[in-house]
């Protein structure tokens, strides 16, 4: 059984930071490109940030200049730093293989990590 292990996520105001880390197995970790993801009750889960096995980046619109995805190929764990926080980030984050989940491949996520933004 894969085991992706999100945590990091609390509560916090606007204007605020959270780093939320992904422990990931070697299985899905090594030598991929990694995501994050989040979802909101009765949203589609959606893309925030992936980067490569080399480091490349790539990030959505809407987090673009606010959050930073970084990756720890010793202890195959990835990370998100997220400045700024707006409310419209609240969200269940979750990490994965990308170019797995863009293939419709993934059937296992994590439990997630709750973000939620909030004055």
């Known amino acids: 059984q894969v085991q992706l292990v999100e945590s990091g996520g609390g509560l916090v105001q606007p204007g605020g930071s959270l780093r939320l880390s992904c422990a990931a197995p070697v299985s899905i970790f090594s030598g991929k490109n990694m995501g994050w993801y989040r979802q909101t009750p009765g949203k589609q889960r959606e893309l925030v940030a992936t980067?490569?096995?080399?480091?490349?980046?790539n990030y959505a619109s809407f987090v673009k200049g606010r959050f930073t995805i970084s990756r720890d190929n010793a202890n195959n764990t990835v990370y998100l730093q997220m400045n700024s926080l707006k409310p419209d980030d609240t969200a269940v984050y979750y990490c994965?293989?990308?170019?797995?989940?863009?293939?419709?491949?993934?059937?296992?996520w994590g439990q997630g990590t709750q973000v939620t933004v909030s004055s």
């Open positions: 980067i490569s096995s080399r480091g490349t980046t």
């Open positions: 994965n293989d990308a170019v797995a989940v863009m293939g419709g491949l993934v059937s296992s």
